[in-house]
Each structure stands twice: as C-alpha cells, then as structure tokens.
C-alpha cells in the first residue's frame, strides 16, 4: 500500500536527513493533508525487506514532529507488520530501536491511526492504533473524531490494550 494511492497529488511532503545518523531508507514519511485533515505520515519503502535501527530513528522523528505539530499519525499496516515481525527474528540492536519507539508511542499524545486495504492485521497493530481504517474515507473520519480526544484518554487507551493484549 502506498500512501500516494490514497491522496491527491501534491500533498504529501516527504521529509530527509538527520543530523546525527544516517538516513534510514528503510521507511518514508512526512507530512500529508487528507481532505482537510493535516497528519504525519510514514510507511515501509518498497524496496525495503529490513527495517534497520537508523529508519526506526525517523519513526521516532515523525512521532516528535506529530507531537509538536499537534498532528495526528497514519501508519501503513504493512509498516507496523513489518516491525512486528522484525522484533521476533531482528538482532537485540534492531530490538531495542523497536522497543524505544513503542515505548514511544505508548505515551504519544496524538491520534495513531493505522491504514490498511488488507483484511487482518495483527495484534501488534491492533494494540498500538487507536484507530484502524481500509480507505481515505474512513480515515479523514476517524482522525476527526480522535483529534477532538484528550491525550489522557489516548494514552490511557493504549496502555489498556498493551495490558490486556500481555494478560491474555
């Protein structure tokens, strides 16, 4: 999937560099307008079969910037699956970089939506997003309903889900 099918041209804005590592390939993202919505974006690059520690880095840098912007995030679930299976069989760098950024996002106080045309994702997806949606639609929806949220709420969500998901 990927993010240009579900915009109109011109409204993505992808974003580059880093000032103390080198540029992760492995996943693009920036900064979008769905309709009227603004959001931070990011999803694996095609071409990319690993997700390396320096790429997580720019997941962090987009979720800072979502943060500081007020934004809500849209994810693809080919991302989040990707990170989900890479934790499994990655080395204990790749781990920990995926770990930081969960830990990350636990506590990120804007809306993470997760966009995905297949039918099912996995649980990882479904503990992290507070949202999860098929089409542009149902997307430009849900960030309107969950933008008007309290972060509070939001994280206290996903700490929910995060505990119940360990407990069962």
């Given at each position: 999937m990927k993010f240009q099918d579900f915009t109109s041209?011109?409204?993505?804005?992808e974003l580059f560099g880093d000032r103390?590592?080198?540029?992760g390939n492995a996943i693009v993202g920036g900064l979008a307008w769905f309709g009227s919505e603004k959001v931070v974006w990011a999803e694996v690059h095609e071409n990319s079969e690993i997700i390396d520690p320096s790429s997580i880095r720019r997941l962090q840098r987009l979720l800072q910037i979502s943060t500081q912007t007020g934004r809500a995030t849209l994810l693809?679930?080919?991302?989040?699956?990707?990170?989900a299976h890479q934790v499994q069989q990655a080395s204990i760098k790749r781990r920990v970089a995926i770990q930081l950024w969960v830990n990350q996002v636990v506590d990120h106080p804007t809306p993470i939506v997760i966009i995905e045309q297949r039918a099912k994702l996995g649980a990882f997806a479904k503990v992290l997003a507070d949202g999860i949606v098929t089409n542009k639609s149902e997307a430009i929806q849900m960030i309107r309903e969950l933008i008007q949220m309290p972060k509070e709420k939001l994280q206290l969500g996903r700490q929910q889900r995060i505990v119940s998901s360990a407990l069962s």
């Open positions: 041209e011109g409204v993505l804005i103390t590592e080198q540029i693809s679930g080919c991302l989040i699956d990707q990170l």
